[in-house]
């Protein structure tokens, strides 16, 4: 589907009736055509309700919402668009206070549940990557912040985040990252930090790792994790924990970046979302160098992937939805 990015004002222009986005998400769903889901049948009748199709040969009817992150949303589809949009194309994220405005959803709740249902395919989006050759690690640690900028494992109360950034050496030897992958875990041990590597340098079905040499400060597991799977380790000495941003500049970027994140439009985000936030910063970081498709290519990750449900977002638990 040809499509350029377009301006806030050409935007709603162009999807600015609920039929306009049923239409356009019919293409995004089915860009040769419908496709009936249990007969693969390719004709079909318009129900009268929006965005629903009835299959000419086996009468199942299908919606256009179903499976995606729109499924049984009360919201109209021109509120997600348009969050989808304002999302996509921001470069750090989207306050709820602003959406409430623009989108004239009163409800905080359904606002937050929207965006962490977008952010959420985000990350599933992005897990398909694989990372290779060089890896830049890195564990942090987010929470509260008295004790922020303090350097330490085990700090309590703090969630701890290890970070993955893959790094490409051109034939000068100047270095620039690639992909970037952030993952709460519980602990940094070798075994923990081995099976976040299983799962973002190994490729499905395969079990060599595509990843053969890290980088990291030096702490003793990223030494034995890299043992046990035979792969080279640079350990860079960190004598102060300033020279991080010298000696492992991607990784170091990458927390800055979402640290300033987190504190500014979001005012800070419980352990229990962390993970979502973090995935969205990631998939920003990973387009970080395309400027067009951007809503296209978020829209279509809301449509594949598993959906996470409301119930799931809001369960039990510590309630806190910030
Ligand atoms: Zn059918």
């Given at each position: 589907?040809?499509?350029?990015?377009?301006?806030?004002?050409?935007?709603?222009?162009?999807?600015?009736?609920?039929?306009?986005?049923?239409?356009?998400?019919?293409?995004?769903?089915?860009?040769?055509?419908?496709?009936?889901?249990?007969?693969?049948?390719?004709?079909?009748?318009?129900?009268?309700?929006?965005?629903?199709?009835?299959?000419?040969?086996?009468?199942?009817?299908?919606?256009?919402?179903?499976?995606?992150?729109?499924?049984?949303?009360?919201?109209?589809?021109?509120?997600?668009?348009?969050?989808?949009?304002?999302?996509?194309?921001?470069?750090?994220?989207?306050?709820?206070?602003?959406?409430?405005?623009?989108?004239?959803?009163?409800?905080?709740?359904?606002?937050?549940?929207?965006?962490?249902?977008?952010?959420?395919?985000?990350g599933?989006?992005?897990?398909?990557?694989?990372?290779?050759?060089?890896?830049?690690?890195?564990e942090?640690?987010?929470?509260?912040?008295?004790?922020?900028?303090?350097?330490?494992?085990?700090?309590?109360?703090?969630?701890t985040v290890l970070i993955a950034?893959?790094?490409?050496?051109?034939?000068?030897?100047?270095?620039?990252?690639?992909?970037?992958h952030a993952q709460v875990v519980?602990?940094?041990?070798?075994?923990t930090i081995?099976q976040v590597l299983?799962r973002l340098?190994?490729?499905?079905?395969?079990?060599?790792?595509?990843?053969?040499?890290?980088?990291?400060?030096?702490?003793?597991?990223?030494?034995?994790?890299?043992?046990?799977?035979?792969?080279?380790?640079?350990?860079?000495?960190?004598?102060?924990?300033?020279?991080?941003?010298?000696?492992?500049?991607?990784?170091?970027?990458?927390?800055?970046?979402?640290?300033?994140?987190?504190?500014?439009?979001?005012?800070?985000?419980?352990?229990?979302?962390?993970q979502?936030?973090l995935s969205?910063?990631c998939?920003?970081?990973?387009?970080?160098?395309?400027?067009?498709?951007?809503?296209?290519?978020?829209?279509?990750?809301?449509?594949?992937?598993?959906?996470?449900?409301?119930?799931?977002?809001?369960?039990?638990?510590?309630?806190?939805?910030?």
């Amino acid at each position: 589907m040809a499509y350029q990015e377009i301006s806030l004002l050409e935007f709603q222009n162009q999807f600015d009736s609920e039929d306009k986005c049923v239409e356009y998400l019919f293409r995004v769903r089915w860009p040769e055509g419908f496709r009936c889901p249990l007969c693969h049948h390719d004709r079909y009748y318009t129900i009268a309700r929006r965005g629903l199709y009835e299959c000419q040969a086996c009468r199942h009817q299908v919606s256009v919402r179903a499976g995606t992150i729109f499924h049984r949303t009360k919201v109209p589809l021109r509120k997600w668009f348009w969050l989808i949009y304002r999302m996509a194309i921001s470069k750090t994220g989207v306050s709820i206070a602003e959406m409430q405005r623009e989108l004239q959803i009163r409800d905080y709740k359904t606002i937050w549940v929207m965006a962490h249902k977008v952010r959420e395919a985000m990350g599933q989006r992005d897990a398909r990557y694989r990372l290779a050759g060089l890896v830049e690690l890195d564990e942090s640690f987010f929470g509260p912040k008295s004790r922020e900028g303090k350097r330490g494992r085990g700090s309590e109360r703090k969630t701890t985040v290890l970070i993955a950034v893959s790094i490409y050496t051109n034939k000068e030897g100047i270095e620039s990252p690639g992909f970037a992958h952030a993952q709460v875990v519980t602990d940094a041990s070798a075994e923990t930090i081995g099976q976040v590597l299983d799962r973002l340098g190994v490729e499905e079905g395969d079990k060599k790792l595509l990843i053969n040499k890290i980088r990291s400060h030096g702490w003793k597991s990223y030494g034995k994790m890299a043992k046990d799977k035979d792969i080279a380790h640079h350990r860079v000495v960190l004598i102060s924990p300033k020279m991080a941003g010298h000696l492992l500049p991607w990784t170091h970027r990458f927390v800055s970046n979402v640290k300033a994140v987190l504190r500014g439009p979001h005012r800070g985000v419980s352990a229990k979302h962390l993970q979502r936030y973090l995935s969205e910063a990631c998939y920003r970081f990973n387009r970080r160098y395309w400027d067009h498709e951007l809503f296209n290519r978020l829209l279509f990750a809301c449509t594949v992937g598993v959906p996470i449900t409301r119930d799931k977002l809001l369960g039990s638990g510590n309630g806190s939805i910030s």
